[in-house]
């Protein structure tokens, strides 16, 4: 039985440490330039070589999304920021455009997976991608697992496919409304996310969300990656929080795990209540099982549905103590939460906050380095419910 690796997002450093930390195979980042998410933080060359390091150490893997649609022009530049990242160790680099492969090739080392939005629908066209060396498909999000599973079958290449996270109501990715509306290029990375907008209709002046996607939900679904031998099941996610990150990665480990374990007696819906306590836009399963229908859109959507509020990560546990980073204002009379890597369930905690300097605190500002005086180890994401 093939249990799929879980890749996740990582629009920083820190949510890419976070996502291996709480249970993710490898993570996917950007770097400064060449990515569709020009808008994440993405990762410096220095932060790449540190993340690489990290990740090897824990046995697990980092892979360079290159997935931009570049003109002539950027040529140059490609060249010069490869030459610049050739002896970092990554695994793999992420690629949609053929023209990026080959430069890649002929000025690095790494191996190449293609990309979503390279469209890869069929097993001509994933034949054609393992020609010139891709050794994954990260598969079109129009696709079944089962269609997947067959296009491995045929190809005889290392499949992904995506399991949670935001959806596009474009064809894979390839969407060109913000070119129109914004003046920015998607397939460059400029996308503004001009299909979660309202739109009015000209036949009777209402305005709806008209392609407004819910979020993909997979978890249901974890017994046909396993029965169609998917290789890698992918988290979407490099502009949202740590604790997106954080819940989805162990969410997944767990059920994963505990279908390989015991398929008999899974049960998603344990894993399932915590995901809906995310900033989400609803669920589906988009494609997964059958094309994806008028009940994959929220038409009538009112903002993000969230139970959780983020409130600081925990970069250091020094005995009974440990160290937090708030990313919110703090309050000492909070109800707070940890939920930590390697630990099922969340615990609570006791928000007895002091100063770096040991001065008690009633309130504390975002982006302040505090002492919790409760030992929660490293990495732990702080929320309050």
């Not at 949609?96 to 492969?101: F, K, Q, R, S, W």
């Not at 739109?199 to 997979?218: P, Q, V």
């Not at 204002?329 to 939920?339: F, H, M």
């Amino acid at each position: 039985m093939v249990k799929p690796a879980i890749v996740a997002p990582g629009g920083s450093l820190e949510k890419a440490l976070i996502a291996l930390h709480f249970g993710a195979d490898a993570v996917y980042v950007g770097a400064r330039q060449f990515s569709l998410r020009k808008s994440a933080t993405n990762l410096s060359n220095n932060e790449l070589r540190h993340l690489c390091e990290h990740a090897h150490g824990m046995n697990k893997r980092v892979y360079l999304a290159l997935n931009s649609f570049p003109h002539h022009t950027d040529t140059p530049a490609i060249i010069a920021f490869l030459n610049q990242i050739r002896d970092i160790p990554l695994d793999a680099c992420i690629c949609a455009d053929i023209g990026m492969v080959a430069l890649i090739q002929a000025h690095t080392p790494f191996a190449i997976h293609a990309s979503t939005q390279a469209s890869i629908s069929n097993a001509y066209s994933a034949a054609y991608w393992k020609s010139i060396g891709a050794s994954r498909i990260v598969m079109a999000r129009e696709l079944s697992i089962a269609e997947a599973g067959e296009i491995k079958k045929q190809v005889g290449i290392s499949v992904e496919q995506f399991i949670h996270g935001a959806m596009c109501s474009s064809f894979s990715g390839k969407c060109t409304i913000s070119n129109v509306t914004a003046g920015r290029d998607s397939n460059r990375g400029g996308c503004v996310q001009s299909c979660r907008h309202q739109y009015t209709l000209a036949n009777n002046g209402e305005a709806y969300h008209i392609m407004n996607s819910k979020d993909l939900m997979g978890l249901h679904h974890i017994p046909d990656y396993f029965h169609h031998h998917i290789d890698a099941v992918k988290i979407e996610g490099r502009m949202k929080s740590a604790l997106y990150v954080a819940n989805a990665c162990h969410q997944y480990r767990m059920a994963i795990d505990a279908y390989a374990q015991n398929p008999d007696a899974f049960n998603p819906t344990i894993y399932s209540d915590p995901l809906t306590q995310v900033s989400n836009r609803g669920f589906t399963s988009a494609s997964l099982d059958s094309p994806a229908g008028a009940d994959s859109i929220d038409t009538d959507w009112n903002g993000y549905t969230q139970s959780w509020d983020f409130m600081g990560i925990v970069t250091q546990c020094y005995g009974d103590r440990s160290v937090l980073t708030t990313k919110q204002p703090l309050s000492a009379t909070d109800s707070l939460w940890a939920l930590s890597p390697n630990t099922p369930a969340m615990t609570p905690i006791t928000p007895s906050i002091e100063s770096m300097t040991g001065d008690r605190l009633d309130h504390v500002a975002p982006n302040r380095a505090v002492w919790l005086n409760d030992a929660i180890p490293a990495f732990s994401i702080i929320i309050r419910k």
